[in-house]
């Protein structure tokens, strides 16, 4: 049962909070998550969040973990599935810039990294060449 006027978000300006984040999301599926973020009257429920929030944001207070705009791949990979479909180029320019912003994730998350990267990996099985 709900007790709050029906206009309660409008007389709060719920709708500018939105706006204000929206402005702040890199990426149109942060801007998505934005907007379908429910109004939250719970306190037990909102402390929850604001613990997992802190949690989740320590890596960012010291501003070098590698944030930047990213776009939406959901359609490039959705049309990828389909039997003989050239991806066009700036398919592949969409894809590139999230996998080079995901490399930069891996690298700050994983220091030591680089020897993980394909060009430094070593095979550890027994080489099957002969040499003399």
């Known amino acids: 049962m709900r007790l709050e006027p029906k206009d309660l978000l409008e007389k709060l300006e ?7 984040l929206d402005k702040e999301c ?3 599926l942060g801007r998505q998550a934005i907007h379908r973020m429910p109004f939250m009257t719970n306190v037990d429920d909102i402390e929850r969040r604001l613990r997992r929030f802190r949690v989740q944001a320590r890596p960012l ?3 070098q973990f590698p944030l930047a705009t990213y776009e939406d791949l959901a359609e490039d990979l959705k ?16 894809i590139n810039s999230v996998l080079v912003i995901m490399a930069d994730v891996f690298r700050f998350f994983t220091p030591t990294a680089s020897k993980f990267t394909p ?7 027994p080489s099957t060449s002969t040499r003399n």
Do not use: C, H, W
């Not at 049309?79 to 592949?92: A, R, T």
């Open 14 to 20: 719920f709708d500018k909070i939105i706006a204000l």
């Open 26 to 28: 890199l990426g149109e």
């Open 61 to 63: 207070q010291n501003d």
């Open 79 to 94: 049309m990828l599935d389909i039997e003989g479909y050239v991806l066009p180029e700036d398919g592949f320019v969409r």
């Open 119 to 125: 060009a430094s990996t070593t095979s550890s099985a």
